[in-house]
């Protein structure tokens, strides 16, 4: 510490007054002859009281500095109260294409992967011994047809002569009977020739749906046994079917909304930027799964242009109800407290204020505000962790892809 010089004391001396003149004692009281020593005793006393309250005006001066934020304003603006899922695609139908009778495969008339459409040719099964069938069944109609047409003849004629009393009566009823035995022949000749034919329609295997073929899992030469071997699969995919699952708690809510109208279904595939594709709400199953508490829900999409496909995973929103003026901010703005959810709002001259919130559902990376933030009012989402209520912001430029406000 650097002392004045005019205080008597020297420079590098410890710090002490120097030697007391003998004091003059004129009367009854005694006074010392050097009177400035009480001055200096009082200058020293109050030197650590400067350097304190130096040390307080910079620590004030600390204090008031401008802490960085990031912020975003509240926003109003009608949104869709939904239920996230993750959902299965899965075909709207499914084929295992088998043939209906044993036999060679003649010809494969389609490509793997190829789309079909209902009635196409898919396969040929060597015809030639079915029709073989079919033509010795045609030949049993005709002779049996014949035999019938005389047969039939003879009952007419023993019918003549039984009314005029010519020929007994038993030798009628034999003829009718055996007339009424060919008729019956021939009726099961038809029946034989029919099979045939159909069989023989069954060596030309066609697609019962609209859809698209999987991996050729027979080839021209293979034998096929009946209604045992599956030549190809076909998934319809066009339209097309997600199935997904919810808690069983959201139940009520579901059929209220169900009953009131048709549900919408946003169906993401991942890692597509692109707009999700728009269905309905099909299906709700009879029962709740007891091992996991929850309902399982199938919507219907068109799928017009093949951006989902069957086995794929993709996020799910039920669409139950849209909610009007309903007020946002980013989630990341929402901090949890001992007296629950708050945020930081910037206020007047960027002074940080803190309000308690009652959060809502959230949507899309935003969380509604039930109570405690107004639309247009500014708050911070990132910085918090230095701010406290009245301390000055400083209000900086969001980086590129982050800080961004509701959306």
Not at 43 to 49: E, R
Not at 265 to 276: H, M, R, S, V
């Amino acid at each position: 510490m650097h002392v004045p010089s005019f205080l008597g004391i020297r420079r590098g001396s410890p710090l002490r007054p120097a030697a007391a003149a003998p004091c003059v004692t004129p009367g009854p009281a005694r006074r010392c002859a050097r009177p400035g020593l009480l001055p200096l005793i009082g200058f020293l006393l109050l030197l650590p009281s400067c350097s304190d309250r130096n040390a307080g005006g910079r620590s004030e001066s600390a204090g008031k500095e401008a802490v960085p934020v990031h912020v975003a304003v509240a926003i109003r603006r009608t949104i869709p109260i939904e239920i996230e899922a993750i959902g299965t695609v899965e075909a709207f139908s499914t084929v295992s294409v088998k043939s209906q009778l044993a036999g060679e495969v003649a010809e494969v008339h389609f490509k793997e992967g190829q789309d079909v459409r209902a009635g196409d040719l898919l396969f040929t099964i060597d015809p030639r011994p079915f029709r073989a069938q079919l033509a010795q069944a045609e030949a049993n109609l005709r002779k049996d047809e014949a035999q019938a047409r005389n047969a039939r003849v003879d009952a007419n004629r023993y019918e003549g002569l039984v009314k005029q009393g010519i020929v007994a009566r038993e030798r009628y009823d034999a003829l009718r009977t055996e007339a009424e035995a060919q008729e019956a022949t021939v009726a099961a000749d038809r029946a034989a020739m029919n099979e045939t034919k159909l069989r023989l329609d069954y060596c030309f295997i066609r697609s019962p749906i609209d859809g698209r073929t999987g991996s050729l899992l027979v080839h021209p030469g293979n034998v096929v046994k009946e209604n045992e071997t599956v030549m190809v699969v076909i998934n319809q995919v066009s339209p097309i079917r997600v199935s997904f699952a919810v808690p069983e708690q959201r139940m009520p809510e579901i059929r209220k909304y169900r009953d009131a109208g048709t549900l919408e279904i946003l169906a993401t595939p991942p890692g597509e930027g692109q707009d999700p594709e728009e269905g309905s709400l099909s299906f709700m199953d009879n029962a709740v799964d007891s091992a996991t508490g929850t309902i399982r829900l199938k919507g219907s999409f068109p799928n017009g242009d093949r951006r989902l496909w069957p086995g794929q995973f993709v996020k799910v929103a039920l669409t139950l109800t849209k909610r009007p003026d309903a007020v946002l901010v980013p989630s990341e703005a929402v901090q949890p407290g001992q007296q629950g959810s708050y945020v930081f709002v910037v206020g007047r001259g960027d002074v940080a204020e803190v309000r308690q919130v009652t959060p809502g559902p959230t949507l899309d990376g935003n969380t509604v505000m039930e109570a405690g933030v107004r639309e247009g009012d500014r708050v911070v989402t990132d910085g918090q962790l230095r701010l406290a209520a009245g301390v000055h912001v400083r209000v900086e430029a969001a980086p590129p892809g982050g800080g961004k406000g509701p959306r």
